[in-house]
């Protein structure tokens, strides 16, 4: 037990370290542990330190097989398969593209973008053919390293693309996008996406379709964003990834065949496999059904879980459940080292070790259906804690909810999904019927779950992230309380836990202002708060839809930063109506309906005036005032952009939108005064941030919000070399992530950059000129 214990934390502790020892330095420290490792009695202090370093080779590995920044946009002809199911969202395709040949700098595993082209009907080289999983194509592609947007909180792509293998990002160019065969036999993901055509053809039409799929082939792409909301906010949405629950339900059917399978065996070979006939069919559907879900992490998880189960029942063997508990955790480990990234990872394995320390020998017999709320009511307090670390949330509702939602699934939706995906390939109506049955099940649970939503309060959904001292603090408090009655200390556990349940927020002072000007990518959006007032200016690039073909920032990135306030917007301003600063408006309204709205747009927008001078307000000690435009002007596109200027105790702020020259010329007409923080205007666009705005506001910082290697060329070089010759020192968001400010009645400023900040082994250094801002 010892052993699998260190092996264990040998291959997590790499990762709670920033940086990693290079390659040469592991393997020269390997060669030495190894050595010593000669002599007996030195054999176990060696375990953790081999894994260690094991694991550290294989990051470094990773890696060293990024494609590297020297060698970004450079177009490439590259044939491989499409190795996962293509995802359609508006007028993009995404899918993951795996090469023949992979030589430097090509990676083996590339996240491709094939857009549509809006710019000319006529150019129809470059419109997205139907692609299908296993296809054989010859693309061009521009690739681009696998670096995503980085800031305070929210979504860290980053971490995505390294724990998949996502060596680039890819996007098609138009030219000889050729299709240059079908899916070989035993294309797994071919077999999916079959398999979803056939589950489409059935029941295609019926509501919750989505979580069909989802539960029949790992399918989520046909969940409504409405749904997932639901999901995350009563605990459930992980019923509806496939992991130990759904891989257990197979097998449970898959042991009962081979039950039934005895039946027609001699008395002779029924005593010989009276045990591994059904164990093996457990094994075999298991696989069958992971197979079905393309091998997911959570999938891998169980079934390896399962198979040491399975081992161990047919070695007729006495094993301790802690020890089979560790021995699945350090094989899910060496298949992959990369599985305490996820978040899977820590809430299955702390889940099951809820249940072993539930399910412990009691005093006294316990009832099935209080066996039952206990272990969820366990796994609701344990993971709480776990919840508001990984997620920034937490569900209250999550235990009533779970005790519902679980033997539903478990019991009905499950069951008949597994049993149609049988006879799906039958002719007649029976598959259709049964998934039908679960499909309209699904809904109604959905509903029912909709009104347990409503019940979650915003402490649990709007809170800090706490510190890992904190978390795990507050999950041995939960686990104690579940100890038996008359545990020592039992009572003093509450202590533990009670931090977490503390309402969070900035701890503004009544003077204080903080200033979060958000990597967005291509785009721009500014949360500007206080002790009293909240203030989002511009909602970051989107297409403007909340349909299921709809995309913005909110999500993942605005509403994250939105929720650590501890507060909800007061005022929500769109300068102009392009789509890279209005893209996330109508979802903020969605989110946010008793905010108040300004935005300047060709049509007024019901119960949204425009934002236009003499505008001027008071957001606690901060005085608002809008410069431009002057009421009476026509919409002029990036030149109607809402020009607001903020004052308050130590901060003057111009927020400038995409103004050009002209306007910035009319601003310095008018008497524009000198601000010490500046949003450069239009990303830094040549058309803009002229010399006469420089000489006018004068400020001692310029905020600048790009795209990392955006098309546009944003911030041009001659822009920058203006702010240069003026020793305005100018901090971009391609370089330095999301940027936060935060000033003082004093005038004192302290800046910090979210790539800094949040430095990590898979992360994308910062740029030189971000790390003073720590």
């Not at 094939?114 to 000319?120: L, V």
């Not at 296993?134 to 792509?157: E, S, T, Y």
């Not at 992980?238 to 042991?255: K, N, P, Y």
């Not at 478990?410 to 998934?435: D, E, H, K, Q």
């Amino acid at each position: 037990m010892r052993f699998w214990a260190l092996l264990i934390s040998g291959m997590v502790l790499p990762f709670l370290f920033v940086s990693t020892l290079s390659s040469n330095r592991a393997l020269l420290l390997l060669l030495l542990t190894a050595l010593l490792a000669l002599r007996p009695g030195f054999r176990v202090f060696c375990v953790l330190p081999v894994f260690f370093l094991i694991t550290t080779l294989t990051i470094n590995d990773r890696l060293s097989k990024r494609l590297s920044f020297s060698d970004r946009n450079m177009s490439y002809e590259i044939e491989g398969v499409i190795g996962s199911l293509p995802e359609s969202t508006g007028d993009v395709v995404r899918f993951v593209f795996l090469p023949d040949v992979v030589v430097t700098p090509i990676p083996s595993k590339i996240r491709v973008y094939w857009y549509t082209d809006r710019r000319a009907a006529k150019a129809k080289s470059n419109n997205v053919p139907a692609l299908r999983a296993g296809d054989h194509w010859r693309l061009q592609l521009k690739l681009r390293p696998a670096r995503g947007r980085i800031n305070f909180l929210g979504v860290d792509a980053e971490r995505w693309y390294f724990t998949q293998g996502v060596g680039a990002l890819g996007y098609v160019q138009a030219g000889k996008n050729t299709r240059l065969a079908g899916p070989g036999f035993f294309n797994l993901q071919h077999w999916r996406e079959s398999l979803l055509d056939q589950l489409i053809e059935k029941a295609g039409d019926t509501p919750a379709f989505g979580v069909v799929a989802a539960l029949a082939i790992a399918d989520r792409r046909g969940m409504l964003a409405h749904d997932k909301k639901i999901l995350n906010a009563t605990g459930t949405g992980h019923l509806l990834a496939i992991s130990g629950l759904h891989i257990g339900l197979a097998a449970a059917m898959g042991f009962y065949f081979g039950r039934f399978g005895l039946l027609f065996l001699t008395v002779g070979f029924k005593q010989r496999f009276a045990i591994v006939l059904p164990w093996l069919t457990a094994w075999l559907a298991a696989m069958a059904y992971a197979a079905l879900s393309g091998f997911g992490v959570s999938t891998q998880r169980a079934l390896i879980m399962l198979t040491v189960a399975t081992i161990v029942t047919l070695s007729r063997r006495n094993v301790h459940p802690l020890l089979a508990w560790l021995v699945a955790m350090a094989l899910v480990l060496v298949a992959d080292p990369f599985a305490p990234l996820r978040a899977g990872f820590w809430f299955s394995f702390i889940a099951v070790a809820v249940l072993m320390m539930v399910f412990v020998p009691r005093h006294g017999p316990m009832p099935f259906w209080r066996k039952i709320i206990y272990a969820q009511l366990g796994i609701s307090l344990v993971m709480a804690p776990l919840g508001m670390y990984w997620f920034q949330q937490a569900s209250l509702p999550g235990l009533l909810a779970n005790l519902i939602a679980i033997p539903v699934i478990s019991m009905l939706i499950v069951p008949l999904i597994l049993m149609a995906l049988l006879v799906l390939w039958l002719p007649g109506p029976v598959a259709g019927g049964l998934l039908t049955v679960a499909a309209y099940s699904a809904h109604w649970l959905l509903l029912m779950l909709e009104h347990l939503s409503s019940l979650q309060p915003l402490v649990f959904s709007s809170t800090r992230v706490p510190g890992l001292a904190a978390t795990l603090l507050a999950m041995s408090g939960a686990a104690i309380i579940m100890l038996p009655r008359g545990t020592p200390g039992r009572p003093a556990a509450w202590l533990l836990i009670l931090p977490m349940l503390l309402p969070n927020g900035y701890s503004h002072g009544r003077t204080e202002t903080q200033i979060d000007f958000l990597d967005v990518g291509q785009g721009l959006a500014v949360l500007l708060s206080n002790q009293d007032y909240l203030m989002v200016y511009d909602t970051g690039p989107g297409n403007g839809l909340i349909s299921k073909a709809g995309w913005d920032m909110v999500a993942g990135t605005i509403r994250p930063m939105i929720k650590a306030t501890g507060k909800s917007p007061d005022l929500i301003v769109v300068s102009h109506a392009d789509l890279d600063h209005a893209g996330g408006l109508e979802r903020l309204n969605a989110g946010y309906p008793s905010a108040r709205y300004l935005a300047n747009l060709p049509r007024k927008r019901a119960n949204t005036p425009f934002c236009k001078a003499p505008l001027t307000w008071m957001g606690g000690d901060l005085k608002f005032r809008v410069l431009h435009p002057s009421t009476g002007l026509p919409y002029l596109g990036n030149d109607s952009s809402c020009v607001i200027s903020v004052n308050g105790p130590g901060l003057s702020l111009l927020l400038s939108g995409d103004i050009s020259r002209v306007v910035e010329q009319r601003l310095v007409d008018r008497g524009l005064e000198q601000h010490n923080i500046l949003t450069a205007p239009h990303h830094g666009s040549s058309t803009s941030s002229s010399q006469a705005l420089i000489d006018a506001v004068m400020p001692s910082w310029v905020l600048i919000s790009a795209g990392t290697n955006n098309r546009f060329g944003f911030p041009r070089k001659d822009v920058i070399k203006r702010y240069s010759q003026a020793h305005i020192p100018t901090i971009n968001t391609a370089e330095c992530g999301g940027i936060r400010i935060t000033t003082t009645v004093n005038g004192d400023f302290k800046i910090k950059s979210a790539r800094v900040g949040r430095r990590a082994i898979w992360r994308w250094p910062a740029d030189e000129n971000c790390l003073k801002y720590r």
